[in-house]
């Protein structure tokens, strides 16, 4: 099992920086692929960015390709989400969420944090 808690959501506004926190427990953090997913208001979760065990190998929705950035200190057992030139769309609950390596699904997901950025 594995525990994701989300931090560093908050009010911006367009153009600013942000940069999201997901603290992981458990012994397997450093094993598993690791993602950023967001839902905004009345829309369906989507997929933002992802990265592997190692963090040597990262995927981007096109939306935010340039933008953001995702990384991961496995002696930390935490992974970021540094998200640059915020635009008003990139509003949402941001979620994290880890694979489970079995099945190399997002099975495990953390509360939710909101980032909204005003014009």
Do not use: H
Request: aromatic share 10%; proline share 2%.
């Amino acid at each position: 099992q594995v525990q994701l808690v989300e931090s560093g959501g908050g009010l911006v506004q367009a153009g600013d920086s942000l940069r999201l926190s997901c603290a992981a427990s458990g012994r397997t953090f450093s094993s598993r692929a690791m993602g950023w997913f967001r839902q905004g208001q009345g829309k369906e979760r989507e997929f933002v960015a992802s990265i592997n065990w190692s963090g040597g190998s990262t995927s981007y929705a096109d939306s935010v390709k340039g933008r953001f950035m995702i990384s991961r200190d496995n002696a930390k057992n935490t992974v970021y989400l540094q998200m640059n030139s915020l635009k008003p769309e990139d509003t949402a609950v941001y979620y994290c969420a880890a694979k489970n390596p079995l099945t190399m699904k997002f099975e495990y997901w953390g509360q939710g944090t909101q980032v909204t950025v005003s014009s």
